[in-house]
């Protein structure tokens, strides 16, 4: 009985599986032209990335080119990363010593919490609340091993950013606010991309998504979740995948990965918080919009339920109208 609803669950969110899009070494006219302006997660293989594809498919090497510098890093029990009962921890371990614990799980002599725990490095700058990551100047040891593809012009960089996984590890659905490019440079990574207008299906707060398990989710709790039209691919290392800007994304590491990512402002400079280090701050006019809303909806507190949800529903059909320019 079990399986057969897993089976028909799983019959339920392939219906809107779609394939991400591949492209063949592609250059920045073509990127520009053709691939940028669908807003489509794009698949881009080929491209040159530097001696890194081979050099840091040795462990060693990577650990010994940047050694100890310590960095913080998300460590949990499980490889499902759950920030909404929050099963991991922070912690610093020394950079070589991480890429050993990735790499080798089996042969760590120290841990945290259990011997089979999983970590999870995003590098961020060197004060976390004010430095933006950059991994040229954060990590400049490795900047002649890889070739980042700049497809975008370099002053719309806003940061790049190195990341390191155990097997296995999961990194829940959440959107970002700048364009990305993710390149896979060890291990493979199935990724899974929801399209912003998928938002009410993903039940989310803030920019995350509280359904953590995306292959067998509780329907029960997330009944909407399954009407999620869903893009899949698995990277290998040398690919590049396009997230553009507000699409969800839920990554999973299949075997010990590095990556490198970096996150691009498509937008005019005054739709950033300028206090954004990660990249996933909402624009600050939307912050404000989305405060006016909560001032809104205690307005609204005192009124008998009933009242209450008819003229939510109004300020919900008023917006909508707005968008649409029903309303003057
Ligand atoms: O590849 C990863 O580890 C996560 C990628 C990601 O979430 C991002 O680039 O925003």
Redesign the pocket.
Known sequence: MYSDLCALLEMIIMSHVSEVAEFQSCSCDTFQAAIYPLNQPALLKGLDLGPALKLWRSPDYLASRVGPKPVKIHVSQSPKMDFVSKNFLYRTLPFDELVHRCSDPGQKKEYFVSPDEVY?L?AVGDNPRKDIANFTTDYPSLVSDLILPQFFPEDKLFSS?L?V?SPG?Q?WT?Y?VMD?L?V?IVGR?R?VLFPPSALEDLYLKGDKSTVVDIDTPDLEHFPRFSNAERFECEMSPGDVLF?PALWF?N?T?LGY?V?V?S?WRGLDDKFYDSKDTY?NKDPPQVQRALQMVDKAMGLLADLPDSFREFYCQRLITRAKDKMTNNVD
């Open positions: 999870y995003r950013v990341r996984a590890l990194l959440h970002d990305n993710l896979q990574k990724v997230i994304h990554v590491s990965s990556a990512n996150f990249g």
